[in-house]
């Protein structure tokens, strides 16, 4: 709830009303029913189907399509090729910004990776565009496939992430290993993941003369919308995105991708609307995944078991046509207090598409290694992992040597080992047994995510009814924005949470930034905050300055928001209601805007990010190599929670992601074709309920003041950072066998156990 | 997808005759087939809809003491049937371990027999492969194959059969009815699938139109009810294609085996009956002793078709395992995690069938 103040930044009071309630998800009886309309739930009259064909080869170019045997097929309306489409207003190879990646939208008929769109069929049915699409029998000349991190000569790549330096050290990294009593070298590798949302990418996609409707999933409505006005050449005016649902996107759904685009092209060209939805295998390859990588960890310690010297580099790949390199070195950044760090990055081009953002880029894929290194290394020293962990906790961020904004992991890892009863941990490996015989190890591995921030508008308005609303291009991808970002408005204009019409989803709303980065909350709510703030102002000046109010002369400063009406701050018995004000005044309402935006100072003065300490309990079976989480518990610190329900299920989904990285999840590449040969759910791998053990998410108190005006941090992707290395280190704690390739397999395990 | 005729005949008869047409598959709940389809795998010019006829989704107890299970029987109906689950409790401990409880909810009896090969190559249509489109190559051969064949595969192919059911099937004698053109045949379950040999697209012994109409577990199979048991070791806890899994059945009696049964499944392109392995057990005490000669002896002929020479290691310690569950008894109840190393953990909460 607001206290109004003009003449400074509005400070925060809260009275509990909304922030920290654990409300359940306001679509969530939508969803249950089926009413919750998804991108390609949208049919409007005349639509027609659209269906990809995609490329089998990796690399080459198309030489052929049987374009007249597609059309002969009954119900097919038309066939897009790269010598029949309607022409774009730029290039689709020019990146305008470095939010702008490379797509394929049938620009040429060189194939570049597989499963490329190479053609689109338009039918009166999804039946017959499939059918169409099928009947095109393609002809290539083929290339050999670059395939692996070990495709051809490695270059070091300009940047890293998202313009991250490639290379980056504090100290002497080899006079710390040189000086080093213990010394472990290490290579890890993580495979080729993919997002797989449950909700494929889909498009219905409709031109009314310049003007273009689209429901489309989307986690950037306006960078999507940008991209399309570019490439298409029309106004931001004459483009109307609606993405009111997510079914998941962890990152595929953040930029534009080619085969949406490819959907309204082919409603262009046919001009009627188009629906354009991804079949599971298509999704192996258009629209983003995570690269492999190979890790190699060189750390040191002194006799004590401080670490004396850190040196973590990554090969990654990217494709042959652009450039993501998953950042998986900087993992190790901002955990360890290790004198000397050197992180360095290189990588080789596959015939693959281009590799992007995924659960934790980097962060989780360096994770993983890191983790198990410094478990490695504490096992070197004969110091139990925590303890060794506490020894070399980082009270300044170790790269840049700032101070932390906040950072309870000292808290974290106090809570969670005392909830998991890491103290009865045998230090030595394969001490513990179940009563069926079963292996039992304990493995833990220390959380991290940056707390990121982008920019938002909100737009606020109280009305004489007595309701508000806030408006804001948001985007609820399941995480629960629907729910805890009205919280935030609910309490910013001092009303009841069903009193405030919350409009999210649509891009004729305000930007809301990406919901990216696990920063979607923070960005969001910041902007809310701004905005709530402006029309409580907006709506005291109303009172303040007329006599009939009995909270006339009372001045901003002095009041407050709370339940529909604003109150002397010095007497809280003179209050009035929002529609008094309003129909004394004779408006019918008063809206404000309201922006959030990092603040650059306090970036520059401090390190942000969340902690968190994650738990893990594995069985491995001693004969058979077969491993099963059965225990987890992590502790969290984000600054402000602001819906503890959807926080819980964010990090219980991460640590889900997290033992999915060590256990499950592999992209299996032939390595000749250059294809994914377990492009399906059925073979590739996720958690299904019977893998995933009981949770226990602790979200350990936290105040930051710095962050940002609501104390948020992102909690969307640390779940899986930690996680990951806790159950790996807890297999190796269970069998004694360390395995450094994921995710683990029976075979890694079974002639050593 | 590929425009296709759609059929529903009212008898077997009718069934078999239209089915018996070049380009004609049966339809049943099409939980692989309606894959295969979309896939562009299998392009068929007629389905021929079974799941209408009548008379086949009985279980019926034989009077003989035998059963017999109708091939439109679901999966879970079958393992769900409180009197066969504990006549043959190694089968449904299978059936459970399949899939999910959706796809056993749809999957029948007879399309489970005839389900086809995981092999990625297979399902991929860019690949070649000698199954899919004969004497086109093998694509597998030189590929991605963990959990390809270690028993019976030739250069031709190295798939496997998938299936978890026929698994304890094969062990406990079944037999297949099948409807065809010249009438009603039975033949042993054993006899059902072909080792790939040089025609590995000739998957089994059916003929064009043979319908599979029920499978019979003859009245002896009933006698391994105490000491039966399926082992299953998976990538993921649950929904997932076996690696490796055994069937194990055995009857003791004065402290010794009488008679054993041993089958292995997701070694080779057809469920994999262990005869000379079950010798070994004959007239012998259930020892770890025993039952490791018996599990070297079951894999003797064994050998990697590629990257996957675990599998063989792996099939050895799950025949002991299984024939040491099997000896120790059969559970009263179906554990939670069915056929799983795991089954009698306590973060099985999760799971339960």
Known sequence: MPELNLTSAPAHLRHGSNIGQPLTRRDGVLKVRGQATYAADNHPPGMLFAVMAVASIARGRVTSLDVAAARRHPGVVDVMTSDHKPELAIDPEIKTNPFVFRMEVLQSNEVRYANQPIAVVIAETLEAATEGAALLAPRYETLPALVGLDAGESFVPPVVGVGNPTENHRGDVEAGLAAAEKQIDAIYETPPQYHNAMEPHAIVASWNGDSLQIDMPTQGLMLSLARVAELFGIAHDKIHIRSPFLGGGFGSKGLMAGPPVLGIMAAKLVGKPVKLVLRREQMYGPVGHRAPTRQRLRIGADGEGRLTALDHHARTVSSTFDDFYEPAADASHTLYAAPAIRTSHDAVRVNTGTPLFMRAPGEATGSIALESAIDEMAWACGIDPLAFRLKNYAEVEPITGKPFSSKALRACYEQGAARFGWAKRPLQPRQMRDDDGLLVGWGMGTATFPALMFQAEARAVLRRDGSGAMEIGAHDMGQGAWTALAQIAADELGLDIDRVEFKAGSSDLPDAGIAGGSAHTATAGAAIHSAGAAVIAKLADLAANDERSPLFGAGNAGVIARDGRLIRRDDESRGEGYSEILARADVAEVEARGTGAPNPAAMEEYAMHAHGAVFAEVKVDPELGQVRVTRMVGAFAAGRIVNPRMVQSQLFGGMIWG????????????RRSGRVMNANLGEYHIPVNADVPPLDAIMVEEHDPHVNALGIKGVGEIGITGSAGAVANAVWHATGVRVRRFPIRIEELLTKL | MKQFDYVRPATVAEAVA?????????????????????????????????????GLDQIECLA???????????????????????????VAEALLSGASAQLRNAATIGGNLLQRTRCAYFYDAASRCNKREAGSGCDARD????????????ENCIATHPSDFCVPLVALDAVVEIEGRNGRREIALDELHRLPGNTPERESALEPGDLIVAVRLPAAARG?????????????TSYAFAVVSAAAALQIENGKIVEARLALGGVAAKPWRARAAEDVLRNVAPTADAFQETAWRALTDAKPSGDNAFKIELARRIVVRALSLAAAGTPARIAALPASPFASTSGAIHARA
Request: proline residues 3%; glycine residues 8%; aromatic residues 6%.
């Open chain 2, 143 to 154: 590929g991605e194959n963990r959990t390809h064949a270690v028993l019976g595969w030739s």
């Open chain 2, 18 to 54: 239209a089915a018996a047409q070049p380009g004609a598959a049966y339809l049943a709940a099409g939980t692989n087939l309606l894959d295969l389809m979309k896939g562009g795998v299998s392009r068929p010019d007629r389905l021929v809809d079974v799941t209408h006829l009548d």
């Open chain 1, 659 to 670: 033992m999915s990285f060590a256990l499950h999840e592999e992209a299996i590449t032939d």
């Open chain 2, 224 to 236: 391994f009810a105490a000491h039966a048991r399926y082992l299953k070791v998976r990538d993921r």
């Open chain 2, 64 to 90: 003989d003491g035998g059963v017999r299970i109708g091939a439109l029987v679901s999966n879970a109906d079958l393992a769900h049937d409180a009197h066969f689950a504990k006549s043959y409790p190694a």
